[in-house]
């Protein structure tokens, strides 16, 4: 039964840090993309990061790009997201997930839609506020 569990998230001061995680069983980890998404009160849902299977490149969207690092640890079968210098518009319920389909050779390109992932979870909240 595959399975992601976010955890980490809480209340940060801006300009704070967090470290966000995902732990994963019941699929081999490391054949897959990973991605982290977020989806803050009434906007819809932003995909932040994403991490290839071997975690050799990666992805940022351009609102975290300098602040945020996703990694991933294949033999732990975790991936985690450091994010610092916080703002108040990275409010919102983190989630992460994994793409549909494994995948034989490293991604390095990050055209990618929410069709390529699999359904999101439960998300930890993350809140930026002084």
């Not at 351009?62 to 294949?74: L, Q, W």
């Not at 994994?98 to 999101?120: H, I, V, Y």
Request: net charge positive.
């Amino acid at each position: 039964q595959v399975q992601l569990v976010e955890s980490g998230g809480g209340l940060a001061q801006p300009g704070g840090s967090l470290t966000l995680s995902c732990s994963v069983s019941g699929f081999l980890f490391s054949s897959y993309t990973m991605a982290w998404a977020r989806q803050a009160p009434g906007k819809g849902l932003e995909w932040v990061s994403a991490i290839n299977n071997d975690g050799s490149d990666a992805y940022y969207a351009d609102s975290v790009k300098g602040r945020f690092t996703v990694s991933r640890h294949n033999l732990k079968n975790i991936m985690w997201l450091q994010m610092n210098d916080l703002k108040p518009e990275d409010t919102a319920l983190y989630y992460c997930t994994k793409t549909r389909n494994a995948e034989p050779r490293p991604r390095r390109r990050w055209n990618f839609s929410a069709a390529d992932f699999e359904p999101l979870g439960q998300g930890t909240q993350v809140t930026v506020s002084s």
